[in-house]
């Protein structure tokens, strides 16, 4: 009995792949994961897959904000993506920016 043709993966399955080797404390942009992802993906596709995770999901979606270090969320989802990067001790600038210098994250290591 022969084994059925593996499908390719998504896009989707390529950008978790890729924002669950963003370790803990750092951070990516949308662009930043897109670039990695290749392929045609762009920054705005980086975020529909983001936000289509189940709820409990183990990607760490908290860790992708926009090209200017901050989150792009909206009110409660905002708080809540600010708290879980506080967590991993990623700290904010006065005015809601993250310094991609100290917490951005270089991808992955070939």
């Given at each position: ?5 593996e ?31 290749g ?7 980086v975020?529909y ?27 409660f ?7 879980l990067?506080?967590?991993?001790g990623v ?20």
């Amino acid at each position: 009995m022969s084994k059925p043709p593996e499908k390719d993966p998504t896009y989707q399955q390529i950008v978790y792949a890729i924002v669950r080797q963003i370790p803990g404390g750092m951070v990516a942009s949308y662009g930043q994961v897109a670039r990695i992802a290749g392929g045609g993906v762009s920054a705005r596709m980086v975020g529909y897959a983001l936000a289509a995770l189940p709820q409990g999901s183990d990607v760490p979606w908290q860790r992708v904000i926009n090209v200017q270090g901050k989150i792009s969320l909206p009110g409660f989802g905002r708080a809540v993506q600010e708290d879980l990067l506080r967590e991993e001790g990623v700290q904010f600038s006065p005015d809601g920016r993250i310094d991609f210098e100290r917490f951005g994250w270089n991808g992955p290591q070939r």
